[in-house]
């Protein structure tokens, strides 16, 4: 195991020589090693789009007279700045999210609301698919938390469902509530996720096919920016998947309770 530091010493006991085996794995560490794994995935995921801007520009300042070979340059130009773009906002977002363990002020949110708002993002670009995202009624369930951040985590769980479904399918997205536990699931008829890669989705910048995620445009970073969103609720985020038929991904949050919000406050002053 790569993350195990192990010790070696050879120590006197009695008229005995022994062989000490000792293993440092302290949270310091770890949380090191987490940041510098982050760095280096962050190294790796830019260098190419840079690369690929440098040999736009120059291979734009050679075309200069073929004007229809300089609107194909400057159109890929644009493409690999805005992924730079999305992958800089995203890493930005992440770490913001990461270094906040929990909510500086939890505030009561309507879930209703959020789901809303989250498929209200995604309505152009799932119209275009001709995919419809259907929820249902109302809820009425309650969470404290921060709302635009709540949004943003499931706009992008409405957000996957729209790039990896066929045309003219469905999504359903709906919230149930009991036993305090408030669960929003996001419901596709996508090409589903192999068993082996359900567990690392959620990781930072995995993607299962990484050339055929490139194409949607992603980075890898949208599930571990809403495990993140969801831990610092108090909550989590699971996924059900089978190949061929499709996905859901349930967050589950602590329902809006006095209890619930004099942990997360004392979580916060922690
Ligand atoms: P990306 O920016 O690549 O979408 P995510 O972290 O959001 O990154 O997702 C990681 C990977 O998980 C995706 O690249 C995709 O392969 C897979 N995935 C996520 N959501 C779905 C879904 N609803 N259906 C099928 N595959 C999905």
């Known amino acids: 195991d790569a993350n195990v530091f192990l010790f070696v010493r050879i120590a006197r006991i009695g008229s005995r020589f022994v062989l000490l085996l000792a293993e440092d794995?302290?949270?310091?560490?770890?949380?090191?090693?987490?940041?510098?794994?982050?760095?280096?995935?962050?190294?790796?995921?830019?260098?190419?789009?840079?690369?690929?801007?440098?040999?736009l520009a120059d291979a734009l300042q050679a075309a200069s007279d073929d004007p229809?070979?300089?609107?194909?340059?400057?159109?890929?130009?644009?493409?690999?700045?805005?992924?730079?773009?999305?992958?800089?906002?995203?890493?930005?977002?992440?770490?913001?999210?990461?270094?906040?363990?929990?909510?500086?002020?939890?505030?009561?949110?309507?879930?209703?609301?959020?789901?809303?708002?989250?498929?209200?993002?995604?309505?152009?670009?799932?119209d275009k698919l001709g995919i419809s995202i259907v929820s249902g009624g109302d809820s009425g369930a309650q969470v404290y938390g921060d709302e635009p951040i709540l949004?943003?985590?499931?706009?992008?769980?409405?957000?996957?469902?729209?790039?990896?479904?066929?045309?003219?399918?469905?999504?359903?997205?709906?919230?149930?509530?009991?036993?305090?536990?408030?669960?929003?699931?996001?419901?596709d008829q996508g090409a589903g996720i192999a068993e082996e890669d359900l567990e690392r989705v959620f990781e930072r910048f995995y993607r299962v096919d990484p050339a055929r995620a490139r194409n949607t445009g992603g980075t890898g970073l949208g599930l571990s920016i809403v495990k993140h969103v969801v831990q610092n609720h108090g909550g989590d985020v699971r996924v059900?998947?089978?190949?061929?038929?499709?996905?859901?991904?349930?967050?589950?949050?602590?329902?809006?309770?006095?209890?619930?919000?004099?942990?997360?406050s004392e979580s916060a002053a922690a």
């Open 151 to 187: 949004v943003a985590a499931l706009q992008n769980l409405i957000t996957n469902a729209v790039q990896y479904s066929p045309e003219r399918s469905r999504i359903g997205v709906g919230v149930t509530n009991s036993d305090g536990i408030v669960e929003i699931s996001v419901t």
């Open 240 to 264: 059900w998947s089978q190949v061929g038929r499709g996905s859901t991904f349930t967050i589950r949050l602590p329902e809006a309770s006095s209890a619930t919000l004099a942990s997360m």
């Open 68 to 126: 229809e070979q300089v609107r194909r340059f400057a159109k890929r130009l644009t493409k690999e700045s805005d992924r730079l773009a999305r992958i800089t906002k995203e890493i930005i977002e992440l770490s913001r999210l990461q270094a906040a363990d929990a909510l500086a002020k939890p505030e009561l949110v309507d879930i209703d609301d959020v789901v809303a708002a989250a498929i209200d993002h995604n309505r152009v670009a799932a």
């Open 25 to 55: 794995r302290t949270e310091a560490y770890r949380l090191d090693e987490v940041r510098r794994d982050f760095v280096a995935n962050i190294s790796h995921e830019l260098k190419t789009p840079i690369g690929a801007v440098g040999l």
